[in-house]
């Protein structure tokens, strides 16, 4: 069965519009849980990841303040797309790795189209 | 740092034939190694692992055996469908930790009729 579920899994909205995709970790608990971001026909691109109880790291080039990650449980993370312009609209999808020599575990990712 | 190269595609195959996917890797310690798969609008699904030398990896007829020796981990089937149409991601772990899988860019396979 699924280890994570990610909700939506498809948003269409307006320009100027804020849409939050949640994460969570189905069987476990994960301290920690990563978010990508995928273009059509590119490979994943790693945002950030999310720490459990404290701030998230942010690979370089990613805006913090327009991609806010919230981790407050240790089975729900959230990535909230703050005022989402057309450039934003992307396949979004979170992962989650149970650590030692354990595969990462993805959600079904979310298609964000904003018009 | 670490890092997975893996042939670039699109690959295009007819039914039945014998798909070969290349990946290589380059890594401090001794990763574990993965083969993932998504299918067109869906995330990525684990396909096959192997977590040391010559541990070979099998699933829904595809293998790869880990090689140290030529650092790789080439994906086979020997005779595919059209439902293996998809795109083929291969990775390791950089390390025991909590850090994220590193992932080749991913090959796209069409297998046509």
């Known amino acids: 069965g699924a280890v994570v579920s990610q909700h939506p899994s498809w948003v269409i909205c307006k320009s100027g519009t804020s849409v939050k995709i949640e994460c969570r970790s189905l069987d476990f608990q994960a301290t920690t849980m990563f978010w990508y971001r995928q273009f059509p026909k590119q490979s994943l691109m790693l945002m950030a990841t999310s720490n459990e109880g404290s701030k998230a790291t942010y690979e370089q080039g990613v805006e913090k303040d327009k991609f806010l990650i919230n981790h407050a449980s240790l089975t729900l993370s959230t990535l909230t797309v703050t005022s989402a312009h057309p450039e934003d609209s992307s396949f979004y999808i979170c992962?989650?790795?149970?650590?030692?020599?354990?595969?990462?575990?993805f959600g079904d990712g979310t298609r964000l189209s904003i018009l | 740092g670490d890092s997975v190269t893996q042939m670039e595609g699109p690959v295009t195959l007819s039914e039945e034939a014998f798909l070969t996917i290349n990946c290589t890797y380059t890594a401090t310690g001794y990763p574990s190694l993965f083969w993932y798969v998504q299918y067109p609008g869906e995330g990525l699904q684990l396909l096959l692992k192997a977590t040391k030398a010559d541990d070979k990896g099998s699933n829904k007829g595809f293998e790869a055996t880990y090689r140290k020796e030529t650092t790789s981990f080439h994906l086979e089937k020997g005779s595919v469908q059209v439902s293996d149409s998809a795109v083929y991601f291969c990775?390791?772990?950089?390390?025991?930790?909590?850090?994220?899988?590193?992932f080749g860019k991913g090959t796209r396979l069409s297998v046509i009729a």
């Open positions: 990775a390791l772990t950089p390390d025991s930790g909590n850090t994220p899988l590193v």
């Open positions: 992962s989650v790795r149970t650590g030692g020599n354990q595969p990462q575990h």
